[in-house]
């Protein structure tokens, strides 16, 4: 089955304590994505990658990191999480940036940071 | 101004009726337009997507879009109470060269209700 695999699903952690979530897709997909989304602010972009080894920022890269080491994962690392980072996270994956093909989501994780 | 804005609602319509979700964006070069439903605790799934002026059609779902005014438009005909979800507008913008940019913008979403 094609899926977008994230991990945690739910994770309550504290201020400071480095993290992180893991994304992995089974589709070969070059394309991969994170978003947070906050009431009333919808899906915010972080970073994406257009494929191994190339990364770039998205719309709120502040106090995350990633990288893409192999095809398959994708992983955000949040080195010193604060309080305002506590939110719902997507991954997403896609065939490539330019295909029409849809953008396939993880079922989401949700951080809180105390 | 928010490069892509919805009204939020929420928007409440009785079944069987049209439900009509806005869209305007501000970059003049947006060139894939996305119309994503998320249900409440789920992720995001794609249902239309318009890439060029002109209505598109897929079962009961139409998107409009209108480039000159920076607008696109999702109806949903026949309203079912399953329909209930909030409806995300995305953008995707391209630079003169053809290239994507990699960013994929959403609106807030539009909090749409069908009542029986």
């Keep these: 089955e094609a899926q977008v695999t994230q991990n945690p699903r739910y994770l309550i952690t504290v201020t400071g304590k480095k993290l992180t979530v893991t994304c992995s897709q089974n589709m070969n997909h070059e394309y991969m994505s994170w978003y947070r989304q906050d009431p009333g602010l919808g899906l915010r972009q972080i970073y994406y990658s257009m494929n191994v080894e190339v990364t770039d920022k998205g719309d ?3 106090g995350y990191k990633v990288s893409r080491k192999e095809k398959r994962n994708f992983p955000l690392i949040l080195e010193s999480p604060s309080p305002n980072q506590t939110s719902l996270y997507f991954c997403a994956s896609r065939v490539t940036l330019d295909s029409n093909q849809p953008q396939h989501f993880g079922d989401g994780t949700r951080l809180s940071i105390l | 101004q928010k490069e892509v804005e919805q009204n939020s609602g929420p928007l409440s319509v009785p ?20 119309w994503y439903r998320q249900y409440s605790g789920k992720s995001p799934e794609l249902i239309m997507s318009i890439y060029s002026n002109g209505d598109k059609e897929d079962g009961r779902f139409t998107a409009q879009l209108n480039k000159a005014s920076q607008y696109v438009s999702l109806l949903i005909r026949d309203s079912q109470p399953s329909d209930s979800a909030t409806y995300l507008c995305a953008v995707k913008v391209w630079d003169a060269g053809g290239t994507s940019y990699g960013k994929l913008t959403f609106g ?6 069908v009542h029986p």
Excluded at chain 2, 22 to 33: A, I, L, P, V, W
């Design chain 2, 15 to 34: 079944e069987g009726a049209i439900a009509s979700l806005n869209c305007t964006y501000s970059d003049r070069g947006s060139q894939s337009f996305f």
């Design chain 2, 108 to 113: 807030q979403g539009t909090i749409l209700t």
């Design chain 1, 60 to 62: 709120v890269p502040e």
